[in-house]
């Protein structure tokens, strides 16, 4: 497991009676695979994991193992209310087949620094998985300190952090006080330029699900040197990238998806599919982008 390169956060498709739709998720996944991701992450916030059921969870990760033999490892997310749930869910991912996990804090309640610090030991000393921590206080109301940290280095299998504090400089304070102990993806598609010019050494992605090779083109050429590539791009991309910022980024970006021929539009309820000037104006943005799509290097002999 390295924790470097592109990692897409996987929409999870369904049909218009909310089941999963596995073919359109196979499609993704191949695309991803094509377009050089390094690695796919099941579960996350863009795959609405709080809708999820245990079953449903499995059923993805066996059809990613399956899909993909080895070829690039296959992380789960771990997003739960109790510690006991959360060891439980990470020993069936070990069962699945996952290379590695994702984790969240507690959900739901807002755990100080000691409980939260506990919950990621209980965690990472019930699975021989290696993991990623999700520092996310701006969604999830817990930062995840440089000395909460500094805690968990004693956790061998704790390796790497998505960055989505919205802190830029947040990469460097990690780098400077713990070196390469930690690896670092960021978390929010807008500042990828920025973080990735910093030392961040990943990037979980969002828009990935709708433009796969523009994202892996902006991560390799960025570790390439080769910026100003990298940076027109990115320029074209950054309209799009916005809606990973919003609250409905599950129904814009499937909705983007859509429209690139990777995913549908439906969302498990509470979550409801755009209508009316609001779906207009993203599929307005969408097309756009489409329309102007630049042309891209051949990427793909970049080393990942």
């Known amino acids: ?15 218009e009676t909310e089941d999963l739709d596995l073919e359109i998720f196979a499609k993704n996944l191949e695309s991803q695979v094509n377009a050089g991701v390094n690695g796919v992450i099941i579960g996350g916030s863009l795959g609405e994991a709080s809708s999820l059921t245990f079953r449903e969870k499995e059923i993805m990760v066996s059809c990613a193992v399956e899909k993909l033999r ?14 006991r749930e959360a060891v439980q869910q990470a020993a069936m991912a070990a069962q699945w087949g996952v290379q590695g996990l994702m984790l969240l804090p507690p959900m739901r309640y807002k755990s100080d620094d000691r409980e939260t610090i506990a919950f990621f030991k209980a965690v990472a ?8 921590i999700y520092n996310n206080p701006v969604d999830y109301k817990i930062e995840v300190t440089a000395d909460m940290f500094a805690e968990l280095t004693e956790c061998k299998n704790i390796q790497a ?3 989505s504090t919205r802190e830029v400089s ?11 102990r930690f690896k670092i993806l960021c978390g929010v598609d ?10 961040a050494h990943g990037w979980v992605a969002g828009l990935v699900d709708a433009f796969p090779k523009e994202t892996v083109a902006i991560y390799r050429l960025v570790k390439a040197g080769r910026v100003d590539e990298a940076k027109s791009i990115f320029r074209w991309f950054l309209p799009l990238l916005e809606l990973d910022l919003h609250p409905k980024l599950v129904q814009y970006i499937k909705l983007a998806a859509m429209q690139t021929g990777l995913s549908s539009e439906w969302v498990r309820s509470p979550r409801m599919t755009l209508v009316g000037e609001e779906r207009k104006k993203i599929l307005a943005l969408v097309s756009k982008g489409i329309e102007s799509r630049p042309r891209l290097p051949d990427y793909l002999s970049i080393p990942a």
Do not use: Q, Y
Not at 70 to 83: K, Q, R, W, Y
Not at 170 to 176: E, G, L, Y
């Open 1 to 15: 497991m390295e924790w470097k390169g592109v990692f897409p956060a996987l929409l999870t498709p369904f049909t």
């Open 70 to 83: 080895g070829s690039i490892p296959v992380i789960l997310n771990i997003a739960e209310g109790s510690t």
């Open 125 to 132: 000393s019930s699975a021989d998985l290696p993991i990623m």
């Open 161 to 163: 952090v998505k960055e």
């Open 170 to 180: 947040n990469v460097t304070r990690m780098i400077n006080r713990f070196g390469e």
């Open 190 to 199: 807008t500042i990828i330029m920025e973080e990735l010019m910093m030392g």
